[in-house]
């Protein structure tokens, strides 16, 4: 009887489903050694950037015509899918143009680094100025306001590096400097891309290289 008692409980344990393994969580993806640009036409029409910021690894998802909402629906399809290292931002005149307040638009700005920030905490994000373009002189204001509330954002929280590039766009009296300029006003000729990198590179340089 004892042995048979002891065949029985031998089978059972053998039928037992064994202990399931302690689920580890998983570790969040490693961010890309890339720089990401996203925006509107002034990247999308930077034809030479991945040759003037060699070696720097560079990604250009900008497209013309995009408004400051459209990156935000944009954003798990050029960010999350990416997950770059660095992210470079520009965007917010085709917003001007179209007559939005630079409360709306910097608050969608905000929005949108807030966004980097929550779902990649390691990348650095850096936000070129809007562009104080002949063709918007009439809405110089509203440029100004939104550089000034996205510079005054980055210098608060630290979650994004504002780079000033409108000095270079302007003579010493003040005046724009329309050789920079194709003939809408707008868009730009390659000396003015030459003068951005000159601005941007170690600026992207220094924040591609900190761990």
């Known amino acids: 009887m004892k042995n048979l008692c002891a065949l029985f409980v031998a089978v ?46 560079v990604v250009n998802r900008a497209v013309d015509g995009l408004q400051t909402p459209d990156l935000l629906r944009r954003f798990d399809a050029d960010v999350l899918s990416l997950q770059p290292r660095v992210l470079v931002y520009y965007c917010g005149s085709n ?25 990649l905490p390691g990348t650095r994000v850096v936000f070129m100025a809007v562009n104080k373009a002949p063709e918007k002189r009439a809405l110089w204001n509203v440029v100004d306001a939104v550089n000034r509330g996205v510079e ?3 210098a608060a929280t630290r979650r994004l590096t504002y780079v000033e590039v409108n ?45």
């Open 12 to 57: 059972l344990a053998l039928c037992a489903p064994a202990a399931a393994a302690p689920q580890s969580t998983p570790a969040p993806a490693a961010r890309a050694a890339t720089i990401l640009f996203v925006g509107s036409s002034i990247f999308h029409r930077w034809t030479n950037l991945a040759q003037q910021m060699a070696p720097l690894p």
């Open 95 to 119: 917003d001007v143009d179209a007559g939005d307040t630079a409360d709306h638009i910097v608050a969608r700005i905000k929005e949108y680094v807030d966004r980097v920030a929550t779902t």
């Open 152 to 154: 005054q954002y980055g």
């Open 167 to 211: 000095p270079v766009l302007f003579n010493k009296d003040g005046s724009p400097r329309m050789e920079l300029y194709m003939p809408d006003e707008l868009h730009f000729r390659p000396p003015a891309y030459d003068e951005f990198t000159k601005i941007l590179k170690p600026v992207l340089t220094k924040a591609f290289e900190t761990p």
